[in-house]
């Protein structure tokens, strides 16, 4: 029912070389303006005020995803984002997005494994409408048994139509496996079949008391509305709700990945082969050095972030030995970060002759690494892309929520350009010298089951 949850690399791929250009340093107070207070309960409220359209998003982020999940109750978290709409004691099952619906809105949610998020779209005056449901089930949720069991098999049907009849997905859920080995990331957002089976409707209960509190969530607040008279609304709504101690939460890191290991899936319905090399890379919350994530962010892009970098040139339009080919790095979570490279190769063409063109490109970054003119132009097109996003309406609300989700603050967003525009040569050779160069990997292999030439 609701949005894709973030275990699919395949849009990371066409998309991260950009992410945290859009996602983070689009967030900055001079680009929005966004102005913040704290509620005497602890939740956090962030507004951006943009007057072109009568028209406003409302987010609750909660500092809760599918990594928090007890042991042996993967899927909790998005299951519970499911039951999330099954009403109060004033709001009846599906009564929330039916009336956001009549007020000419549209409202939706989404789990990662990080957080999990809440928004309304509505005309401006409906924001107090919109802030007095969503208070409403942060304090009153209300799950009958009748009503769990339903959408028990309707989260088990998801899983089914987005991971188990999808070859990708599949490989990428093995994959994820084999890659981490101390960290949660290693399960599924979505949960695994048998444990998605055995949920109890007190695993939810239980899951809703410990984390769905003020003092674990954030209100962003972007569209036609005056800030001051938003954080009223939230003290009327938000602010009356109890504050709850939360757990504590282990900092669990991932140990050295030493040994390299190939992850192969075949499946008939695979169109195109592809692959995909999984190298550890510290994330920006967990990095000793905040600067080697900007790096890695200016890495990813001179490599192969777009149809000018080094893998595309080489391996599509010079070679063409790759109908796609790139790279992403992916470390914008609360945990570990990873940098990856991927190829497809084109039509008779063997996945072991594309997969050793890949890896000679990265072999030749290595010895003679980049220039200035690689890293002028990879910053200038990671900054132009913070830039746009000043003109989505909807877009500030999802892009500061996320960032202060997983551990930034305002401050961070607001510099996070200018970190980028700071990053030198110097920086990138080093960064690719520590992940790239590093011995451990994971490599993923997806193949059609009857194609017997494409890894000779």
Do not use: C
């Amino acid at each position: 029912m609701r949005l894709p949850f973030r275990t699919n690399l395949s849009i990371a791929f066409a998309a991260t070389a950009l992410l945290w250009g859009m996602t983070l340093g689009s967030a900055q107070a001079e680009i929005y303006g966004a102005k913040q207070t704290t509620l005497d309960n602890g939740m956090q409220v962030v507004v951006v005020e943009n007057h072109r359209a009568p028209v406003v998003t409302h987010m609750v982020w909660y500092r809760v995803g599918a990594m928090d999940e007890p042991a042996g109750k993967s899927g909790i978290a998005h299951f519970l984002e499911h039951l999330m709409f099954k009403g109060t004691d004033t709001v009846g099952p599906g009564e929330f997005s039916a009336t956001v619906a009549r007020n000419g809105g549209q409202d939706n949610a989404f789990t990662s494994q990080d957080y999990t998020a809440y928004f309304q779209s509505v005309a401006s005056d409906r924001l107090e409408m919109v802030m007095k449901l969503e208070s409403d089930r942060m304090a009153h949720l209300k799950i009958a048994e009748d009503q769990f069991i339903p959408e028990k098999q309707v989260v088990l049907e998801e899983r089914s139509m987005r991971t188990d009849n999808d070859p990708g997905s599949i490989l990428q859920e093995q994959a994820s496996s084999a890659f981490y080995r101390n960290h949660p990331y290693a399960i599924p957002v979505i949960g695994w079949r048998h444990e998605i089976e055995g949920l109890q409707l007190q695993d939810a209960v239980n899951f809703y008391k410990t984390f769905y509190t003020p003092n674990n969530a954030i209100l962003v607040v972007s569209g036609d509305v005056e800030a001051e008279k938003v954080f009223d609304l939230a003290r009327k709504y938000y602010g009356t709700i109890p504050a709850r101690t939360l757990p504590d939460r282990p900092d669990l890191r991932e140990p050295p990945l030493l040994v390299s290991s190939r992850v192969t899936y075949r499946d008939d319905r695979v169109r195109q082969p592809s692959l995909s090399i999984r190298k550890q890379a510290p994330s920006w919350t967990q990095a000793d050095n905040k600067a080697d994530s900007y790096a890695l962010e200016v890495l990813s892009q001179i490599l192969g972030g777009n149809s000018t970098s080094r893998l595309y040139r080489s391996l599509v339009i010079d070679q063409g030995i790759a109908v796609s080919t790139g790279s992403w790095y992916d470390g914008d979570g609360r945990g570990p970060g990873m940098m990856g490279l991927y190829v497809s190769p084109a039509q008779g063409v063997s996945l072991d002759k594309a997969e050793a063109a890949l890896r000679a490109e990265v072999a030749v970054l290595l010895k003679d690494g980049v220039t200035q003119d690689e890293v002028t132009r990879a910053i200038t097109r990671i900054q132009d892309s913070a830039a746009t996003a000043r003109d989505s309406l909807s877009g500030p609300a999802m892009n500061i929520g996320r960032a202060l989700a997983v551990g930034f603050n305002l401050d961070d967003v607001e510099t996070w350009p200018d970190k980028i525009g700071q990053v030198t040569v110097d920086q990138v050779n080093t960064v690719a010298q520590r992940v790239l160069a590093a011995p451990g990997e994971v490599v993923n292999i997806l193949l059609p089951k009857s194609d017997t030439e494409a890894t000779q």
